[in-house]
């Protein structure tokens, strides 16, 4: 029987450990983990208390949409000084998101019911950052269960969240490591104008007048460090030397290289959270080449960018079944920007590393963008930010509409010959690729008044559709279309050889113009892979034919080896193509064989200069030892390994191959 002080003792009830916040403060049970939210007392009271994201009104972000358009800016450029930007460091990065507590369901379930709101068009609160509900069985496919008639929008916009500090051990790092240490205002400008002429052409995916009115206004480092750190890195490339000595560095290489550790470490360690803003950095870090990292680098960063771009739905039509309301003009245009830059760069990525396509397009529908998408944030801008960017801007927007059909017709080429297991194509499939070829019609640079950067942009197209035709047709010197008639055989494939063998003349062509016209400094990252289709054919064509012609088309390659030398003093992947053909040209020139490797057999010995089926007759690597000049002397012994040497010296190089040729 029990006591009483048992009877006196009140029984006590354990409280559930998951409670919203108001009922925690009243210290009353709650229902929130049978009833969800909102619990039963919140449905009593009708209160809830909610944080509102704290939303800066003057900081407009790149890749944001804006409601108005830049204002007018008068004031001298800012003087971005060499201390350290504390104002960054110290004040909260509304960017970032305030991870959930473990026990943290009504947060939880808040940001579902956010989203349910949004995808239903009566959002709770303004929408700031972009969601994309996936197809089919996203997220929000229950709701559609509700709506037989209608399907939601699954593009639309939610809440940012909640402004947070940097760490004070982050601030630390990212100071150390140079991160909020700009450099000098003069620099600076010549790095934005950079940019602006020889990157934005190709790759339009910042919104100029948002970059530069932040910069006229001196906020462009405060508002978003890993931007202007990706910026400078990429706009380093075409800096003149009298810039990066200022700064202290011996070369654009060693200050691309400084620039790109601070933007990777801002990448890394900032903690950003916006993903169009990630998605900007990931495409401009994408430009990366280093010794010190493998050559796939690009490839790494471009994968980054491409699920950025599907995490975000950029692949798919906003508008697809009716017109989305809330995404606004501005922000279809940046984001058709943004997806076919990264469906381009795919592409040509996949062409140069022997990768597979990332991106099908059977599984998008984002429309291909026109002139007015790259035109659409430069319109009425001031005097003072027009003087940033290039002339015939109006040219350059068409030139990238050009390279985007271009590059949609690599990834077929891509598609026909390199697929693992893709049947061979049909003579059909042949003769409607080289329809589509023959149909695309590139400018001539038949207009002086023209800009240089505008000249050099019609030269660079060029050189992308000579490198796509000569990748789709130089694989057809070897393998042949499955229902070809073997009687037909070697006239096709001689035609084949043929019009690869044009493709790489015209690139030859090109890259001699450009060297001719003073062009070649306005090369970017991109240029040297485009040398590489014809370089091959080239080199292929080394292996055949008579003396002459091989002497020919090895005078071809040597002229590209010639630029690949002068664009090896700015870009890594120069150096590295510069190196394999270097290698291949040495497998050509095989020490052990009868004739000497770099010039041809002895016209005494075979007492008639003018036969050459023994050479023809002796195999595909003997015959070409013709390719070189006849007696060179001091070369004639020298070994397979001094004659690699000697063509990596970049001083020497070049002069070597005069001297050998020298008759």
Not at 299 to 309: R, T
Not at 532 to 557: D, E, H, W, Y
Request: net charge negative; with cysteine.
């Amino acid at each position: 029987m029990p006591t009483n002080q048992q009877k006196s003792t009140p029984r006590r009830h354990q409280r559930s450990t998951i409670a919203c916040e108001t009922c925690r403060l009243r210290k009353v049970r709650c229902s929130l983990n049978i009833t969800g939210i909102p619990c039963i007392g919140l449905r009593r009271t009708r209160t809830s208390r909610v944080q509102q994201p704290h939303t800066p009104s003057n900081n407009v972000l790149p890749g944001v949409s804006r409601a108005t358009q830049p204002q007018v800016i008068s004031s001298p450029a800012p003087d971005y000084s060499r201390e350290t930007i504390h104002q960054y460091a110290t004040d909260p990065v509304s960017r970032r998101g305030t991870p959930l507590l473990p026990n943290d369901a009504e947060s939880e379930e808040r940001y579902g019911l956010e989203i349910a709101a949004a995808a239903l068009g009566q959002p709770q609160r303004a929408g700031r950052v972009p969601f994309y509900s996936g197809a089919g069985t996203g997220p929000t496919s229950a709701l559609e269960i509700c709506f037989s008639d209608q399907s939601l929008s699954r593009h639309f916009l939610v809440p940012s969240s909640p402004a947070v500090h940097l760490a004070e051990e982050d601030k630390k790092y990212l100071e150390s490591k140079g991160v909020f240490t700009m450099p000098g205002s003069a620099t600076c400008e010549s790095l934005l104008r950079a940019y602006f002429h020889h990157v934005h052409p190709i790759m339009p995916i910042l919104e100029p007048d948002v970059i530069l009115e932040h910069h006229l206004t001196g906020r462009l480092p405060e508002n978003n460090v890993l931007i202007f750190w990706c910026i400078f890195f990429v706009a380093s490339n075409f800096i003149a030397p009298d810039v990066y000595e200022q700064e202290g560095y011996g070369s654009r290489k060693e200050m691309k290289a400084a620039m790109y550790s601070r933007a990777n470490c801002m990448y890394n360690h900032g903690g950003e959270m916006d993903k169009i803003i990630l998605l900007q950095a990931s495409l401009l870090m994408a430009f990366w080449h280093s010794e010190a990292d493998e050559h796939t680098q690009p490839w790494y960063w471009m994968g980054i960018a491409i699920s950025f771009c599907q995490m975000l739905g950029l692949h798919r039509d906003p508008d697809l079944s009716t017109y989305n309301s809330s995404i606004t003009d501005r922000q279809r245009h940046l984001w058709r920007r943004l997806w076919w830059t990264c469906f381009s760069r795919d592409r040509w990525l996949s062409l140069t590393l022997g990768r597979p396509l990332r991106i099908n397009l059977h599984d998008c529908d984002t429309p291909m963008p026109s002139a007015n998408d790259f035109l659409s944030d430069v319109a009425g801008l001031s005097p003072q930010m027009t003087s940033y960017l290039p002339e015939n801007l109006e040219e350059l927007a068409n030139h990238w509409v050009k390279y985007l059909e271009i590059s949609a017709m690599l990834g077929d080429v891509i598609s026909m010959h390199y697929q693992a297991r893709k049947p061979r194509p049909s003579l059909q499939d042949v003769k409607d690729m080289e329809n589509r070829i023959a149909q695309c019609t590139v400018p001539e640079q038949d207009n002086p008044s023209l800009s240089r950067v505008a000249i050099f942009s019609i030269y660079h197209l060029q050189l992308h559709y000579h490198a796509l035709a000569g990748t789709f047709y130089r694989p057809f010197t070897t393998t042949l279309p499955e229902d070809l008639d073997p009687g037909e055989k070697e006239s096709w494939q001689h035609r084949m050889r043929l019009k690869a063998d044009a493709a790489a003349s015209h690139t030859n062509t090109v890259v001699e113009a450009i060297a001719q016209d003073g062009l070649l400094e306005f090369a970017g990252p991109m240029t040297p892979p485009l040398l590489v289709p014809a370089m091959q054919t080239n080199l292929l064509n080394c292996k055949i034919g008579n003396s002459l012609s091989k002497r020919l088309r090895f005078n071809k390659l040597s002229m590209c080896m010639m630029v690949m030398e002068e664009l090896q003093k700015t870009y890594t992947v120069a150096s590295i193509y510069r190196a394999i053909f270097a290698k291949a040209i040495q497998l050509l020139f095989p020490e052990n064989t009868e004739t000497t490797f770099l010039g041809l057999p002895d016209t005494d010995a075979n007492n008639n200069p003018a036969d050459t089926s023994r050479l023809e007759g002796a195999g595909e690597v003997a015959g070409t030892a013709e390719i070189g000049a006849v007696n060179a002397p001091g070369y004639n012994d020298i070994s397979a390994d001094d004659f690699v040497d000697l063509l990596m010296d970049e001083a020497s190089i070049f002069n070597f191959w005069d001297t050998w040729t020298r008759t």
